[in-house]
């Protein structure tokens, strides 16, 4: 599915990001690495949680998506730059005490 889905949706955000701006879009040097890494590591996730289907149960399946999104938002959020909110943070201590709980009972059974 990612492969069908990541150029169209490439295609329609670089229509969209070249109609808005009407010059050549210009990214600084540091911006555009840490839009590179972050793409990377996003598709890394990606691949790896693909790999995942042959070997996990439904629930693990949906926990490591949760987990892929955390790391996703995390590492983004270190590349790029922003603020984290009090609601976000505890949303991600959540996600990530969920994960460690649900790690922990699967192997106490």
Known sequence: ???LF???AFA???VAAA???QTPMAIDRV???ALALNALVAVTLNIAYSRLLKVASPVTFTVFGT???VTTAGLSLDMVGG???PLQLCGYATT???MVYYDRVKQLQ
């Open 31 to 33: 911006q555009g690495c």
């Open 12 to 14: 329609f955000t670089a």
């Open 96 to 98: 990530l005490f969920g």
């Open 19 to 21: 109609c808005e701006r």
């Open 6 to 8: 990541a150029p169209v």
């Open 67 to 69: 987990a892929k999104d």
């Open 83 to 85: 603020t984290i909110t």
């Open 1 to 3: 599915a990612l492969s």
